[in-house]
């Protein structure tokens, strides 16, 4: 009955409430029910239950479990009698309206204000509300009928009915029960009756009558204040509960929660100091991913990063071990990085990358900060151990955790509550555990920690407080907007200074800074980059196929200053001397146009572990690999480049390599739920489906004639508009087998060719790909 009723009530919300709900509940449309009774099943499950039971602050929850107690509708007069007893602080009429309205809202709590009831299926979720232990009916439920009988006959003796009917009644009023046990009897009773209602006993199960009690726990179990669940386990049951806390269901209950303490930041400060770990933090990924295309780390055979490449990665980049772990794992999420390049496999960028890479800094950052702001792994788990005692690597399956977004967004709600705050993070985990009370564990805590730390070096929060960027990013607007004017502008020069170092201003363009990263090695980074070139980083640039010329060229176009001769000599004396000298396969030979650089080669001592032979006046054998002997020669001081059978200079630094992967992620335009016209067309489609279904009719058959057909411009054009309108259209569709068929759709939403809509000849919602319909007519 109660399900009926619970149906017919949501049958009888407006459109507009509907839509608030499968908005705050998305679940429930996922996938849409063909009616609205289904809606109303779907909200009784239980896994739907405990999922928006998560999302209730501590008041809102102690309603619903003052609810649970009662057993038969109440009034919001008597549920107001019981909460006020509970509540701290005055006022408690506005709040528990507003609280009545948010659970009507999510479908938990039906019916007028006379006659308030829970939604189906609630009472089963909450195991033990408020700390309240079983109905006596429940807690004796599986004692043996004689020993329930015995026990009624010591407690009321004379009474009518079965021995747990008589016993469940005088547990109903327990006063005189309790009254007659001992002090310490009474004792154990107060230590059940806040929670938790139950406890552990030796020999729980045992026979005691009242007469034969010796013992506190025997006193209790005799008089049915306790009821054996186990060998060793008592509990409370929920009469005597209510009693001993003189009525109230809440011992104290804040109706607000609680307020955040924290340092007070200047915001503008604040903001710019985001900005910049923002701009940081950019800079590291395009680093990253730079350097992986050249050296791309393998990948363990049981999946993930091995922990010497991400020690590797974090020197490279100079960021301590866990940021740069933060790092790879939002470049991986964004689809920036994936694993591929053969059978072993390497850790490479991807196409993707490309693409995100000539976008501008702020819209690069907002795609980087929305995947980490929405992504399940967890980077603050590189290095902990799992449940075997084996290492958790950075890119592993492991580190996937199904509440990280959901503990990122509600952390980062908070501050968005107190703008120009850097909370205190024992103040955040108290408001936490206020609004949402089931979540609990060490797990989440340490999300919460991550969190904090992780959204500073990302960009979102600056001196602990959140940014106006990072806030537009939690909120859903314009994050890339509010970002840019912050940005320091990138800057196309560097200072070139005599002692063979470049001082980079600023941060550089990102072609000016791949330059400068293959040509000299950073020597410093803070304020101003500082480069040093050598001969190693010059041949560097060289055995990239760039020319000596080329070099100079490009250091004097982007200096301020004048191009220092002693650089300008190192640029032309490594270029001069790259390549004369020329190693081949044979195992490997070496051939030069000099012979008497050939012989100095073999006339030097440091040549005996290659094992050369002399074949002419320009060639010498060895037995050592190519690569083996083109590093020797270059540790003697000279600098010889490759060459392949035919000759050709094998240029020893590859190309930027690629992998395929996921394209990067997009910003999300709003972390609030669902979007509004999905919201609004599930509720057509629910109405659409509910009156087919009440009505008992058969599919609806399409307009007699020709399907229609059209232009395929004309066809997109006419569904985008019957979206906006909300009204039905009649379509033809051609099948699997390419045989034109008639439907009578309600559009939805069109997106990534194909339309989502309510199919009204088939009475469900469905998806059609765009290239399959024929044309489009109103009805």
């Known amino acids: 009955m109660a399900t009926m009723e619970f149906t017919e009530w949501i049958r009888g919300r407006t459109d507009e409430q509907l839509r608030a709900l499968v908005s705050a509940r998305p679940e429930l449309i996922t996938p849409v029910p063909a009616h609205l009774e289904g809606l109303a099943s779907r909200a009784a499950s239980p896994s739907a239950i405990g ?10 929850l102690a309603v619903v479990e003052t609810l649970a107690v009662r057993e038969e509708p109440i009034a919001k007069g008597a549920l107001l009698d019981l909460v006020g007893r509970a509540l701290a602080g005055p006022g408690p009429e506005p709040a528990l309206s507003a609280a009545l309205d948010r659970l009507r809202d999510l479908a938990l709590v039906y019916g007028p204000d006379d006659a308030l009831e829970l939604g189906p299926g609630v009472r089963k979720v909450l195991d033990d509300p408020a ?25 009321v003796p004379g009474t009518p009915g ?13 006063a005189a029960l309790i009254a007659s046990v001992s002090p310490e009897a009474r004792g154990a009773l107060d230590q059940l009756v806040w929670g938790p209602p139950a406890g552990r006993v030796p020999n729980a199960r045992r026979e005691v009558r009242v007469a034969s009690a010796r013992s506190p726990i025997e006193e209790l179990l005799a008089r049915g204040l306790l009821a054996a669940t186990g060998e060793e386990s008592v509990t409370l049951p929920r009469e005597v509960g209510l009693h001993l806390r003189g009525g109230r269901v809440h011992r104290d209950l804040p109706a607000e929660p609680p307020p955040l303490e924290g340092t007070a930041r200047d915001r503008k400060l604040a903001d710019r100091t985001a900005a910049g770990q923002a701009f940081s933090f950019v800079r590291a990924v395009e680093e990253l991913c730079e350097r992986w295309s050249i050296e791309p780390p393998g990948v ?33 999420a964004a689809g920036l990085v994936a694993a591929g390049g053969g059978v072993d496999g390497e850790w490479l960028p991807t196409s993707g990358y490309d693409l995100w890479r000539v976008r501008s800094t702020a819209d690069r950052w907002t795609t980087l900060a929305a995947t980490w702001l929405h992504m399940d792994r967890v980077p603050g788990l590189v290095g902990d151990r799992d449940e075997r005692d084996r290492p958790l690597n950075a890119l592993h399956t492991d580190l996937r955790r199904s509440s990280a977004p959901g503990v990122r967004a509600v952390t980062l709600g908070v501050l968005a509550t107190v703008p120009g705050l850097a909370p205190k993070r024992d103040s955040v985990l108290e408001r936490l555990a206020w609004e949402q009370p089931r979540h609990r564990g060490p797990l989440r805590e340490q999300l919460i920690d991550f969190t904090l730390r992780e959204a500073e ?18 909120e859903g607007g314009e994050a890339a907007k509010t970002l840019a004017p912050l940005l320091p502008e990138p800057v196309d020069h560097v200072l070139l200074q005599a002692d063979l170092t470049a001082v980079a201003p600023g941060p550089l363009t990102s072609e000016l800074n791949r330059w400068m990263t293959l040509t000299a090695d950073v020597e410093s980074k803070g304020g101003a980059t500082v480069y040093r070139f050598s001969e190693s980083s010059i041949r560097r ?46 195992s490997a030979y070496v051939r030069c146009d000099d012979p008497a650089l050939l012989d100095q080669i073999t006339a030097d001592r440091r040549s005996a572990a290659l094992r050369l032979r002399r074949l002419a006046p320009t060639v010498i054998a060895s037995r050592s690999s190519r690569a083996a002997l083109v590093d020797s020669l270059r540790a003697m001081g000279y600098a010889p480049v490759a060459e392949s059978l035919d000759g050709d200079v094998i240029i020893s630094q590859l190309e ?19 979007d509004p016209e999905v919201a609004a067309a599930a509720v057509r489609a629910l109405r659409a489906g509910d009156a087919a279904h009440l009505a008992r009719r058969e599919p609806v058959d399409a307009p007699a004639g020709q399907v229609p057909r059209g232009p395929a411009t004309a066809t997109i054009t006419a569904l985008q508009d019957a979206i906006k309108q909300g009204v039905r259209v009649w379509i033809g569709y051609l099948d699997s087998q390419g045989n034109a068929t008639s439907r009578i759709l309600e559009p939805a939403r069109m997106e990534g060719g194909y339309l989502t809509a309510y199919d009204e000849t088939r009475a469900a919602v469905h998806r059609f790909a765009l290239h399959r319909i024929t044309g489009v007519a109103g009805l």
């Open 541 to 586: 640039a060289l055995d990239a196929g760039h020319g000596g010329e080329e070099l100079v060229s490009m250091l004097a176009r982007h200096s301020a200053t004048p191009m220092p001769q002693a650089l300008s000599y190192l640029v032309t004396d490594v270029a001069r001397r790259h390549g004369r000298i020329r190693v081949g396969t044979a």
């Open 656 to 674: 930027s390599r690629r992998t395929e992967g996921v394209a990067p992620a997009r910003a999300v335009a709003s972390s609030s739920g669902l």
């Open 457 to 474: 070096q990302v960009g979102v929060t600056g001196l602990g407080a959140l940014s106006g960027h990072g806030r537009a990013l939690v």
């Open 300 to 332: 363990l055979r049981t999946g993930g990063l091995g922990v010497r490449d991400l020690k590797r990665a974090a020197g490279e980049l100079d960021l301590p071990e866990w940021v740069a772990a933060l790092v790879i794992e939002v470049a991986h």
């Open 131 to 155: 700390g309240l232990g079983p109905r006596a009916l429940d807690a004796f439920r599986h004692h043996p009928p004689e020993q329930l009988d015995e026990m009624a006959d010591d407690v």
């Open 162 to 174: 079965s021995g747990k009917e008589r016993l469940a009644a005088a547990l109903a009023e327990p």
């Open 51 to 60: 999922r928006v039971l998560d999302r209730l602050d501590r008041f809102t």
